[in-house]
């Protein structure tokens, strides 16, 4: 991360308060019954919100793969010795909500997903959202061709610059944060994915954040 003074991370930063309750409860019982809803065991307070505010519910830290990445993410933040809301050197990041908040009218209808890997449809998808990440962040974005062409061609070096531009919108204070003291308890416990502001994309630039305020992870 180099001298990086903020950073994006697309992994989750904790697990559902209730569920980690639960797994600490006395050996052998289960807090719920069978038919009970286990939506609080599954999702995290910022994945509901950020259903809630996009339309697109991330993937569950306790019962999906992406726990592999949260452990490992554990142990970063750890190294970093950076708290799970954010408020430290990083911040809970979710590319595809992002995208959603910064590009709302290209997310209208049954469109392509830009994740399929090695199809046309998704290369096209991801250069019609980089074309609106540029169109936003206007002509002072310095961006290579070779660069233009990795994130058409990769979703991941699209998850990679989106990821980037938000620790720069995390850096500015241009994301949106817990607005109750409940939810700025939980973030310290479960994390809390950083939504940047819908306008934020231009001022960004216009701000003039220094260059080793972000990076990309």
């Known amino acids: 991360m180099g001298a990086a003074d903020k950073v994006a991370i697309d992994a989750p930063f904790g697990w559902p308060e209730p569920f980690i309750r639960a797994i600490s409860s006395e050996p052998g019982r289960w807090p719920l019954d069978p038919d009970e809803i286990r939506a609080p065991l599954e999702r995290r307070t910022t994945d509901f919100l950020v259903r809630d505010r996009t339309g697109k519910t991330p993937l569950s830290v306790t019962t999906d793969r992406i726990a592999y990445c949260a452990m490992r993410c554990a142990s ?79 979703d991941d070096c699209l998850d990679a610059f989106v990821c980037a531009l938000l620790a720069r919108a995390a850096a500015a204070h241009r994301t949106v944060l817990p607005s109750t003291p409940e939810h700025q308890a939980l973030a310290m416990i479960e994390g809390w994915i950083h939504l940047p502001e819908p306008e934020s994309l231009r001022q960004l630039i216009d701000r003039r954040v220094p260059s080793n305020q972000s990076e990309i992870q």
Do not use: H, M
Not at 121 to 129: C, N, T, V
């Open 76 to 154: 970063l933040l750890g190294a970093l010795d950076s708290p799970r809301d954010g408020s430290g050197r990083a911040a809970e990041a979710y590319p595809d909500a992002a995208l959603r908040c910064w590009l709302p009218t290209l997310f209208t209808g049954s469109l392509q997903s830009y994740k399929t890997k090695n199809n046309a449809a998704a290369r096209g998808r991801r250069r019609i959202l980089l074309a609106g990440l540029l169109g936003e962040l206007g002509n002072d974005f310095n961006i290579t061709d070779a660069q233009q062409a990795a994130v058409a061609d990769s």
